[in-house]
């Protein structure tokens, strides 16, 4: 009987890897990841597997770069050389929609905590302890590293679920978003026009940037240093304009080999035993909470605002303060067409996305400064 | 617990925003030929 059960889990474990490869192969959804995952979850559900257990290839990569924090911390780097801050310098007030969009982090931590609580009168609800409530909800961050960074920190148990639960919201932002904006917003307020004004930031602004905002966030908080401080190498590599080499190594060639690494050392973590428990359920349905109300403290915020400013903001610009990019800048401009084909929103909500990868990494920072 | 998390984000980035507000009045780009 246990045998048939351990088949049966192994079966679902495989539908699941194959359900990531299909969404990554037919849906494009966050390919570079979700496939190697999709196929690391296979590979380590196989009976008997070599590829896990003490000397298999998949538990000597998580050894090595999950258990550590070394991989997300190199796809920081790579990730800080591909991000332009041009689109926030120029408009540096974007960034308050930056931390008003990481509401959901926040309030998806409570609903954690809360769910705790009910644990005593239903026992398939689970009770999260608080570093496992805040992993979860920084998926709201809609930023797959910190996600993974906060989360191999606090909860490494969740982090195949977590990770999952990440990178799907952030490929299915197109489908997240608009609904709640519409529910938030009139056509009138949609169809708010801002004014832009493009000019050249210098580039000892660009280069004073990233330096800058470590020493900051590291005097705030020293545990942010690793987090932040790796991002912000890499952009220094970008802006610097003298190694250029360098740069573009951690734009590709790191990128894309610590990406390969990262998905299938985190596949190697969705194990049938600790993978199919109610909690994987709720981590899902909790994301999706996070990325709502994400959506929703942006909106809010910027029609808070609007109540104060003579010059409005287009309050869609408030959803694009999260930090999937560019897919929710893209998400605010379609919309924004679709209220009023003359209404261009692309660099307003371009620049309020960069603010939202800043304020992400500041939220992961301050989670962990707060509960480490 | 998850009011001071939010606060202290926006404390951070209002920081930031002070930050850069100083550096564009320093060295505005207008002025300098090597801009992206």
Known sequence: MQLVVDYWRVAVMFAIGGTLIYLAVKKEYEPTLLLPIGFGAILTNIPGSSAIGEHGFLTILYRAGIENELFPILIFIAVGAMIDFGPLLRRPFMLFFGAAAQFGIFATLMTGLYLGRLHGIASFIPAFTLKQAASIGIIGAADGPTSIYVSGLFAPELLGPITVAAYSYMSLVPLVQPPVIRMLTTPEERRIHMEYQEFRVSKTVRVLFPILVTVIAGIIAPISVGLIGSLMLGNLLRESGVVDRLSKSAQNELANIVTLFLGIAIGSTMVADRFLQPSTLFIILMGLVAFIFDTAGGVIFAKVLNLFLKRKVNPMIGAAGISAFPMSARVIHKMGIEEDPTNYLLMHAVGANVAGQVGSIIAGAMILALIH | ?36
Request: glycine residues 12%; hydrophobic residues 55%; without cysteine.
């Open chain 2, 1 to 36: 617990m998850s009011g001071i998390g939010l606060l202290s984000v926006f404390g951070v980035l209002l920081l930031f925003y002070v930050m850069l507000h100083i550096l564009m009045k320093l060295f505005p780009g207008k002025n300098e030929n090597d801009s992206h």
